[in-house]
């Protein structure tokens, strides 16, 4: 009888650069030992998803395209503690760069790579006004909590 496939998923709930950092280092590692690795992003999670990586007007109506705005994409993702006015997620990820570690991006397209699971929380989305095509095409869903407590199920689950 073959072994059962060992889960993890991650609640990726930080739109922080150092916890995305972190999020993806552990799932790309996991799915790299053959991990099946869900990862489900909610609220300032999803802009890590979204397609337009920096300051865009997304959503529907006036104060979700605003919050949009100001939330930013992947590009813009402040380091949770010392942001220095965005000037830390920049040091951070040349030093990364410096002593060849991968950053964040690069973590992104490992995690791609391997197999990992993305999906992105409908009620979040549904709060800022973003749908399944403002976010990146890896995103398999968008669904709700009793979808990602089923998919889940069985592993170990991570909340970052």
């Known amino acids: 009888m073959a072994e059962k496939k060992k889960k993890l998923s991650i609640i990726v709930f930080s739109g922080d650069y150092d916890k995305a950092f972190a999020a993806f280092t552990i799932a790309s590692g996991a799915a790299a030992l053959n991990y099946?690795?869900?990862?489900f992003f909610t609220f300032f999670g999803l802009n890590i998803l979204k397609k337009k990586r920096g300051r865009a007007f997304l959503g529907k109506g006036f104060w979700a395209r605003s919050f949009g705005f100001l939330l930013g994409g992947r590009n813009v993702l402040p380091l949770s503690r010392l942001n220095f006015a965005?000037?830390?997620?920049v040091i951070l990820g040349a030093l990364a760069k410096s002593r060849n570690v991968a950053g964040?991006?690069?973590l992104i397209d490992a995690s791609?790579?391997?197999?990992?699971n993305f999906y992105a929380c409908e009620t979040a989305g549904h709060i800022l006004g973003l749908q399944k095509e403002d976010f990146l095409?890896?995103?398999?869903?968008?669904i709700g909590i009793g979808s990602f407590l089923e998919i889940q199920d069985g592993g170990t689950t991570l909340f970052i």
């Open 36 to 39: 099946e690795v869900n990862l």
């Open 86 to 89: 965005g000037l830390s997620p």
């Open 104 to 106: 964040v991006d690069e």
């Open 112 to 116: 791609i790579k391997l197999g990992v």
């Open 137 to 142: 095409p890896e995103v398999q869903k968008v």
